[in-house]
């Protein structure tokens, strides 16, 4: 029987990655093409709205996600239900779309572009909205559903994108359309999917939600630092060297960090099964699954190596012309950065199962802290090379603090699986 059941879970596991890390894939595909396309159908205008748009999005969509997706997966004792989960992000994601329309309205944009930028939030939120539901789903062991939920919404958003942008070039009228595309998907599938796996209504309850607010205000800090990390050398390249150099690194960052995302999307469908073992007190089976998963992200940053150093400068100068050659050489040293931070963020997923949220935020700290002292004089040395050298610095930093706390949770594992 317990053969027959591990078959089973290996089975469960290989379509879970396989559906979640292809729709991710797709999901941030598309995102991408808007970016390039925008500038083809609609202008360079058109191209900075857009740009600015999902630069703000960016930051105040983290209010709405609150950094509890693997605090929620990882809840294997059910201390919080479904409906509180549910409750906490309708709640945040409401939160978090006043305080940026706040931050829009008191920037005076010009008319359009406020309509714009308030509409574009609506259109972002659903992101957030809807990985609540994968949560349910990830529980239940039905990523296929979040992998399906993914490739759908990307064709819909991408084919509204191009087809509505190209005929009334307004970007206004695009996302209302790519709105209607995403939050239908989640209508008719995502949320019938997630109530088969659990079902959950909307329960303002006081005292739930203040308790998983302050169980994941830490995580949440954490999350905040981390993603702190990469921006700030890059403002300081630009603040040095100019909005052009910045343009070029970022361009090189693009594929770089497909496989920073790539090594979290083939992470996270483990989460709950380390969630498992440590309920289960199966300290044996939660390192080892550790250890080949660390090895897998490892293996998949030096084959990243590998390629790049052979087909790396081509590429660059298919997907970019010739204009970026010059600074091809970037690639692997921002490669070997993005595998650090996927190391970083991989270790943080299991410090966050095991709820060691004082070395989450001793870590995350360290790092933001080491990259707004370092990243300034390494860009002065070494110029755009100083990015690099500041993200290796203070995510060397950061994987030393995260791999001591792991190393004393599991020294003081007890009978309780912590």
Partial sequence: MEHRETAVSAKTIRSNMLWNVTGSIAFIGAQWMMTVLVVHLAGYTAAGHLSLGLSLTNIFTNISYFCIRNFQVSDAAAKYSADNYVTHRAVATAAAFVLYGVFVLWNGYPPYVTVFLLLFMVYRLHEPIVDVFHGIDQKAWRLDVAGKSFLMRSVLTLTAFVAVLYVTGSLIVTTAVMLVCAYGVIAAFDIPGAYRCSPFCIRLDR??????????????????????????????????????????????????????????????????????????????????LFWKLTGAVILLVLLSLGGSALLGEWALVLLFTESIRDYAYLLLPTIACCGLIALIWFVGTVLTILRDRRGLLMGAAAGVAAAAAVSRPCILIWGVDGVNAALFVSSVITLVIFGWRFGYCIRTWNKNGQ
Avoid at 232 to 251: D, K, N, Q
Avoid at 252 to 262: G, K, M, R, T
Avoid at 267 to 279: P, S
């Fill in 207 to 288: 005292e739930p939600l203040v308790s998983l607010t302050r169980e994941c205000a830490p995580l949440f800090v954490y999350a905040i630092c981390l993603n702190a990390v990469v921006p700030i050398p890059r403002y300081f390249l630009e603040r040095i060297a100019g909005s052009e150099v910045l343009g070029f690194y970022s361009s090189v960052a693009i594929p770089a960090s497909v496989i920073q995302l790539l090594a979290s999307y083939i992470f996270t469908t483990f989460t709950g099964l380390f969630a498992g073992y440590l309920a289960r007190n199966e300290k044996e089976r939660f390192l080892a």
